[in-house]
């Protein structure tokens, strides 16, 4: 990762250990969702030239499937949680108990089935923060949609864009039973989240 | 993003747009282009290059076209990009915003829009081709559109 840049060193390891401690909630929600088959890890935490975010985090024009949840009010962030198409199958017929489909067009089940999963990851993530910062988050509904990665990226990261040209970036990966999977989760917080999360756990040391 | 691109003939320049928007300058008779990834209409202030903010973008633009000789007078713009990928209820709505700028900055410029394809929920694929200058925009599910 050549154009990965510290925050500064203390800022950094705080947010690492913040999101640590919630990707370690949501794994456990995911764990139960998936009756043990599905687990997270935090991949990094980082922050991105403006430039090369898309890049770094491979989103570009390949087509994903993903589901989008917003944590609303200016201290929010958007998450969204991406697959390819393979991998989003797998887990929809997985948590359906179906076969595999690929050439039909993805069923409102299958829909279901993936912006549930990502009503799961969303409050399992928002239940840490809240935790942390105190304040009442407000998610919206997570909503399914298929489109170029960088495209759903570059409106994720607007709000850290409108201040700042590097964009800090969480992100998680999924594992089946020990081998890694295709999946992602990306978190996007606003600066004024950024800001809060650094300040509450700086306030409680 | 927030970035611009020069080329010439046979060169195509690529990028993927969500709520920014891909300004593409072209000069027929050089057959030189510019692709430039707009990010947000102003900077208000805030730090950046210039290449980020319609307002700058622009004439950052032109200068660097001329500088390899594609006078301004000859250029031709398409636009593409400014959607809401987020549906109109999401945060930070700011696709039309861009894509408003973008075409006044053109127009303060002087630069004349012969073609755009821009707004809607969903991203784009674009690719300009420096050898006619013409605008190819792919949607997800559509056929792709010549601009």
Known sequence: MPNCRPVSHTPLDVLRQLFASATHDASTAMCRWTDGLITLSLDEVREIPLGEVCDELNLSDELLTMVVLHLEGDVGGVMILTFDEENGRQLAAALLGRPVEHDDPWSILE?????????ILGCAYMNALTRLIDRELVPSPPYF????????????????????????????????????????????????????????????? | ????????????????????????????????????????????????????????AIPYMLAQLEQRGASRTALVARIAGGACMFGTGGPLQIGDQN?????????????????????????????????????????????PRIL
């Open chain 2, 99 to 143: 894509v408003a700028a973008v075409l006044a900055a053109l127009k303060a410029s002087g630069v004349r829009v012969v073609a755009q394809d821009t707004g809607g929920t969903k991203g784009r694929r674009v690719s300009l081709d420096c050898t006619n200058g013409e605008l190819t925009v792919e949607i997800v599910g559509c056929p």
């Open chain 1, 145 to 205: 949609l298929q489109d170029y990665g960088a495209s759903v990226l570059q409106q994720a990261i607007l709000a850290q864009a409108m201040t700042s040209d590097e964009v800090l970036v969480c992100r998680t990966g999924f594992h089946r039973q020990g081998a890694e999977l295709d999946w992602r989760v990306l978190f996007v917080p606003t600066e004024a989240m950024r800001r809060a999360m650094i300040e509450a756990i700086r306030t409680a040391r």
């Open chain 1, 111 to 119: 829909q279901s089935a993936l912006t549930e999963t990502g009503n």
């Open chain 2, 1 to 56: 993003m927030g970035q611009v691109k020069l080329a010439a003939a046979p060169a195509r320049l690529n990028a993927v747009l969500g709520s920014c928007v891909g300004v593409a300058l072209y000069h027929p008779r050089a057959r030189i282009g510019a692709l430039g990834h707009v990010v947000l209409p102003r900077s208000g202030g805030t730090g950046g290059g210039p290449a980020k903010f319609a307002e700058s």
